[in-house]
């Protein structure tokens, strides 16, 4: 297949208004959430993207029907009258990271799962050691073997699971298998981004009982069945963040439709102490350039109620035109800076660091990984032939396209487009000089 990419040319302030789309993160998990029962459930504002499509598949293997609804956009049916297998193929291992969620439903209502090996952007290690931790405290026997994770249980207990870390991917698979089990559960050092308390409020309308209570704990008392469910996806404030900073970036003006200050509290904070414009409207909070250099500011990743890690890529962006030096502590994934070394090819000033440049606790001190960085700006960004590594990377390069001198070309586009909904067209609808070349059709099929 000849290769896609898009032809940026830079230097044209972004205005207008964008929608955004219902967040990836939480619409593929709540695909998965339907196989709980084998009624009916309506999820309205899923986003038509790679990683919905890849999902939906993967639940179809094991039984689930799904339809899109043709008269209103983003709305789809699923139901799972019966799980026909309890084996989901190797050709899903590595595509995504959601195929070791599937252990819960499966084991609910088949009693047996094997699942592929995970995949995912390379961004760093994220072990599954803490899912199957969660589910063997659940009375799950669960053994690996040639790729495959496989799991067995008569009936799920109700257990406390103390997660050594507040993963989101073990939090949601904790929930998924206390929902139906017999007895209580508690979930401490839960994680408890807006995502998994969209997933809380999904499951509860399913019938489930759960508790979101103080210091991160989740208290789960087992149902003996789920019923059908309709729910409306929320926004996606990784996207809103994106469509800020392009907007700030390139001297623009940009009214992000959905963009919900509730879920974007801290990166707002960090965008005021930098400086940059924004307004909150009726419909969003529209993101300007105020007219005057940006400050330099320091920050660091962590999970929620922080700085979220998958605004750390667009806003190391951001400081490259910052007046002055930036630091940024990276504590949540120990090799997303990965992404640095292009940018530093169109013209960015970043160094990377091993030691933590920060203050908050960090799990990866003296463990040798480049997960700090010093930015010095501003700094001219220069046109390149570039290749995305992952998906928040992506979009940090289209910004950088956007804001340099000359014509870029950005390379391994499936990565943006596997999480961002008509993300040409959204960049095309803010007046960026940007073109799709090559092959015109991608090679995920966004069904």
Same mark, same amino acid.
């Given at each position: 297949?000849?290769?896609?990419?898009?032809?940026?040319?830079?230097?044209?302030? @972004?205005?207008?208004?964008?929608?955004?789309?219902?967040?990836?993160?939480?619409?593929?998990?709540?695909?998965?959430?339907?196989?709980?029962?084998?009624?009916?459930?309506?999820?309205?504002?899923?986003? /038509?993207?790679?990683?919905?499509?890849?999902?939906?598949?993967?639940?179809?293997?094991?039984?689930?029907?799904?339809?899109?609804? #043709?008269?209103?956009?983003?709305?789809?049916?699923?139901?799972?009258?019966?799980?026909? +297998?309890?084996?989901?193929?190797?050709?899903?291992?590595?595509?995504?990271?959601?195929?070791?969620?599937?252990?819960?439903?499966?084991?609910?209502?088949?009693?047996?799962?094997?699942?592929?090996? @995970?995949?995912?952007?390379?961004?760093?290690?994220?072990?599954?050691?803490?899912?199957?931790?969660?589910?063997?405290?659940?009375?799950?026997?669960? +053994?690996?073997?040639?790729?495959?994770?496989?799991?067995?249980?008569?009936?799920?207990?109700?257990?406390?699971?103390? &997660?050594?870390?507040?993963?989101?991917?073990?939090?949601?698979?904790?929930?998924?298998?206390?929902?139906?089990?017999?007895?209580?559960? $508690?979930?401490?050092?839960?994680?408890? %981004?807006?995502?998994?308390?969209?997933?809380?409020?999904?499951?509860?309308?399913?019938?489930?009982?759960?508790?979101?209570?103080?210091?991160?704990? &989740?208290?789960?008392?087992?149902?003996?069945?789920?019923?059908?469910? %309709?729910?409306?996806?929320?926004?996606?404030?990784?996207?809103?963040?994106?469509?800020?900073?392009?907007?700030?970036?390139?001297?623009?003006?940009?009214?992000? %439709?959905?963009?919900?200050?509730?879920?974007? $509290?801290?990166?707002?904070?960090?965008?005021?102490?930098?400086?940059?414009?924004? %307004? *909150?409207?009726?419909?969003?909070?529209?993101? *300007?350039?105020?007219?005057?250099?940006?400050?330099?500011?320091?920050?660091?990743?962590?999970?929620?109620?922080?700085?979220?890690?998958?605004?750390?890529?667009?806003?190391?962006?951001?400081? +490259?035109?910052?007046?002055?030096?930036?630091?940024?502590?990276?504590?949540?994934?120990?090799?997303?800076?990965?992404?640095?070394?292009?940018?530093?090819?169109?013209?960015?000033?970043?160094?990377? *660091?091993?030691?933590?440049?920060?203050?908050?606790?960090?799990?990866?001190?003296?463990?040798?990984?480049?997960?700090?960085?010093?930015?010095?700006?501003?700094?001219?960004?220069?046109?390149?032939?570039?290749?995305?590594?992952?998906?928040?990377?992506?979009?940090?390069?289209?910004? #950088?396209?956007?804001?340099?001198?000359?014509?870029? /070309?950005?390379?391994?586009?499936?990565?943006?487009?596997?999480?961002?909904?008509?993300?040409?067209?959204?960049?095309?609808?803010?007046?960026?000089?940007?073109?799709?070349?090559?092959?015109?059709?991608?090679?995920?099929?966004?069904?």
């Amino acid at each position: 297949m000849p290769d896609r990419y898009y032809e940026i040319e830079g230097g044209k302030p @972004l205005r207008g208004r964008v929608r955004v789309s219902g967040a990836k993160n939480a619409a593929t998990k709540q695909i998965v959430a339907s196989l709980l029962t084998n009624e009916p459930v309506v999820l309205h504002n899923v986003p /038509r993207i790679g990683d919905t499509a890849v999902t939906l598949d993967l639940c179809s293997t094991v039984g689930m029907r799904y339809e899109w609804d #043709a008269a209103r956009p983003g709305v789809v049916t699923l139901q799972t009258p019966s799980i026909d +297998t309890h084996e989901l193929p190797l050709s899903f291992s590595g595509l995504n990271r959601i195929p070791i969620l599937l252990l819960g439903p499966l084991l609910h209502r088949y009693g047996q799962a094997i699942v592929p090996m @995970l995949g995912g952007d390379a961004i760093g290690r994220r072990p599954v050691d803490f899912h199957v931790k969660a589910l063997q405290a659940l009375g799950a026997e669960i +053994t690996f073997e040639q790729g495959r994770y496989h799991a067995c249980a008569d009936r799920l207990q109700g257990a406390v699971i103390d &997660l050594p870390y507040p993963s989101v991917g073990a939090t949601e698979n904790a929930l998924f298998a206390a929902v139906l089990a017999e007895g209580t559960t $508690l979930i401490r050092n839960a994680a408890v %981004e807006p995502e998994v308390i969209d997933q809380v409020m999904l499951l509860q309308k399913m019938g489930a009982i759960i508790f979101v209570d103080t210091d991160r704990t &989740l208290v789960v008392e087992g149902v003996e069945r789920l019923h059908g469910a %309709e729910h409306t996806v929320i926004n996606d404030r990784n996207e809103a963040a994106s469509f800020a900073i392009a907007g700030i970036i390139t001297g623009g003006d940009v009214l992000v %439709e959905g963009a919900e200050q509730a879920n974007m $509290l801290t990166f707002l904070n960090k965008l005021r102490q930098v400086g940059a414009g924004f %307004e *909150f409207v009726p419909d969003g909070i529209r993101f *300007f350039h105020p007219d005057r250099p940006l400050s330099p500011i320091a920050l660091e990743t962590d999970v929620h109620p922080g700085f979220m890690t998958d605004w750390q890529q667009p806003f190391v962006m951001l400081m +490259t035109q910052a007046d002055g030096l930036s630091v940024v502590h990276e504590t949540v994934y120990e090799r997303r800076f990965g992404y640095t070394e292009t940018l530093v090819q169109m013209g960015a000033e970043i160094q990377l *660091f091993r030691q933590c440049l920060g203050e908050k606790p960090c799990r990866f001190k003296s463990r040798d990984f480049p997960h700090s960085c010093i930015i010095k700006g501003p700094t001219p960004l220069h046109a390149a032939d570039v290749t995305i590594p992952d998906l928040r990377a992506g979009f940090s390069y289209l910004i #950088a396209a956007a804001v340099a001198d000359g014509v870029s /070309r950005i390379h391994g586009v499936q990565y943006v487009e596997r999480g961002y909904s008509q993300i040409l067209e959204k960049f095309q609808g803010l007046g960026a000089n940007i073109e799709l070349r090559g092959d015109a059709y991608s090679n995920l099929q966004i069904r």
